[in-house]
Nanobody, 123 residues
Framework: QVHLEESGGGSVQAGGSLKLSCLAS??????MAWYRQAPGGEREGVAA???????SYVEAVKGRFTVSKGDSQNVFLLQMDNLKPEDTAMYYC???????????????????WGKGIQVSISS
């Protein structure tokens, strides 16, 4: 059982930045992803790093969000710049199943989820 814990959320004005961190209870080379869910909306993949170390992003955040792994391999990061009100959502860190190489927006392929952290952007 891998425990994932998100931190770094909060409230900022449009155009601002936030950096989310996900601390995993143990090292994993599985695909890692950030998902988000807005009120009344479906959970969507935002950014991921696949098992080859390649990042991927949903179109809506390309050029604004940067996903990476920290110096410690059990830390997973999401730098969010030029935030927009439509980025407001609960953000979740997730670890993919060992058999899954690419996990952006593939919720059935995720094995473990964090509890989520709120990100609120005001206009």
């Amino acid at each position: 059982q891998v425990h994932l814990e998100e931190s770094g959320g909060g409230s900022v004005q449009a155009g601002g930045s936030l950096k989310l961190s996900c601390l995993a209870s143990e090292y994993s080379n599985n695909c890692m992803a950030w998902y988000r869910q807005a009120p009344g909306g479906e959970r969507e993949g935002v950014a991921a790093i696949d098992t080859d170390g390649d990042p991927s992003y949903v179109e809506a955040v390309k050029g604004r969000f940067t996903v990476s792994k920290g110096d410690s391999q059990n830390v997973f990061l999401l730098q969010m710049d030029n935030l927009k009100p439509e980025d407001t959502a609960m953000y979740y860190c997730a670890a993919g199943k060992p058999s899954v190489r690419v996990c952006l927006d593939y919720a059935p392929g995720m094995d473990y989820w964090g509890k989520g952290i709120q990100v609120s952007i005001s206009s």
